[in-house]
């Protein structure tokens, strides 16, 4: 079986320390690969954000049918710096797993709680799972990989920037 796991790091200098604890632990480049991001616009309060193709592709791909997950995880990677590692066994994505986490994966659903409150996005117990940070699931590499080392993504506003008068006229005061 193939596994691929995912997680993201807020800092260049977190994912940088992962991938060198990767490097230590025996993972060699060709089985992981790290994908920074960077923004354009400005971040307000109910901003959206487009994807590259690519990069929406893989989200996509990746959870399926999950809308759920594929929102949070998508939003997460904005703002974070993606390690995706690949391997055939499930001990080494466990090892893989745990050596991003104990070098500081997010909990993607405490990073997006306050973007998709309201909707589920606790574990039951309400407490941390591994599947919360780093993340293993069970796909095989493919052409989707965020194999870019570099992804943008422009932050646009949703709705109107101006309020409305009763009739739905501009209001300009």
């Given at each position: 079986?193939?596994?691929?796991?995912?997680?993201?790091?807020p800092?260049?200098?977190?994912?940088?320390?992962a991938?060198?604890?990767?490097?230590?632990?025996?993972?060699?480049?060709?089985?992981?690969?790290i994908?920074?991001?960077?923004?354009?616009?400005?971040?307000?309060?109910?901003?959206?954000?487009?994807?590259?193709?690519?990069?929406?592709?893989?989200?996509?791909?990746?959870?399926?049918?999950?809308?759920?997950?594929?929102?949070?995880?998508?939003?997460?990677?904005?703002?974070?710096?993606?390690?995706?590692?690949?391997?055939?066994t499930?001990?080494?994505?466990?090892?893989?797993?745990?050596?991003?986490?104990?070098?500081?994966?997010?909990?993607?659903?405490?990073?997006t709680?306050?973007?998709?409150?309201?909707?589920?996005y606790?574990?039951?117990?309400?407490?941390?799972t591994?599947?919360?940070?780093?993340?293993?699931?069970?796909?095989?590499?493919?052409?989707?990989?965020?194999?870019?080392?570099?992804?943008?993504?422009?932050?646009?506003?949703?709705?109107?920037?101006?309020?409305?008068?009763?009739?739905?006229n501009?209001?300009?005061?």
């Open positions: 079986m193939s596994y691929t796991v995912v997680g993201m790091f800092t260049t200098e977190e994912a940088d320390r991938s060198a604890k990767l490097d230590s632990a025996g993972f060699g480049k060709q089985d992981y690969q994908s920074r991001y960077s923004t354009t616009g400005e971040y307000t309060e109910g901003s959206e954000y487009d994807e590259d193709e690519k990069t929406s592709g893989f989200w996509d791909w990746l959870f399926g049918d999950n809308d759920n997950d594929r929102k949070k995880y998508s939003y997460a990677g904005t703002k974070s710096n993606i390690i995706t590692v690949y391997t055939n499930a001990d080494r994505a466990e090892k893989a797993r745990d050596i991003m986490n104990d070098a500081g994966a997010i909990n993607v659903n405490d990073f709680r306050d973007r998709y409150a309201g909707e589920e606790v574990s039951p117990d309400n407490n941390l591994e599947d919360e940070r780093a993340r293993i699931i069970t796909k095989a590499k493919n052409d989707l990989y965020l194999t870019s080392e570099n992804r943008t993504y422009n932050y646009r506003n949703r709705g109107m920037m101006n309020d409305m008068d009763s009739a739905g501009k209001d300009d005061l």
